[in-house]
């Protein structure tokens, strides 16, 4: 089933501000807290900064009337510069490839395109976007149709 969540960029706190949610909400962060360690090689990348393996690659926490908050570390070694107001996305997680491509289209168009839509290697098909009024959302569909 189609669902949204948010996601939250932070520097390099994840873990302690996702510690502090589950302080407050209660519950147990789905699949535990993914390490960028955990993150495969890239061919033509640059090796991983050793200081940067043990950030938060992804983390999830249910929160109130299923919706699910989700993060991850966003360090400035690895190109980013963290500001309140660029640190949310709206994710979209469509039933399938062609919903998410429309989807994707559509909120794009007039925008810009951070990450095309592409096989990840977690196994969904993921991209990312801002829309022309500059509102960030992602883009996970583990559908193969």
């Not at 189609?2 to 589950?22: D, G, H, I, M, Q």
């Not at 938060?56 to 699910?68: C, E, K, S, Y």
């Not at 993921?126 to 829309?131: A, E, I, K, L, T």
């Amino acid at each position: 089933m189609a669902k949204v969540s948010t996601y939250l960029n932070f520097p390099r706190n994840t873990e302690e501000a996702f510690n502090f949610y589950k302080s407050v909400f209660g519950g147990e962060f789905v699949g535990g807290i993914h390490r960028f360690s955990e993150v495969p090689s890239q061919v033509g990348q640059p090796s991983m900064k050793e200081e940067d393996k043990n950030l938060v690659m992804h983390v999830a926490l249910p929160i109130l009337g299923g919706h699910m908050l989700m993060g991850t570390d966003a360090p400035e070694s690895m190109g980013f510069t963290v500001k309140y107001g660029n640190n949310i996305y709206i994710n979209l997680e469509p039933d399938t490839r062609t919903e998410t491509e429309r989807l994707f289209n559509a909120l794009s168009e007039g925008g810009k395109v951070e990450m095309k839509l592409q096989e990840m290697f977690w196994g969904d098909y993921f991209g990312s976007c801002s829309d022309k009024f500059g509102v960030q959302w992602m883009f996970n569909c583990s559908s193969k149709n």
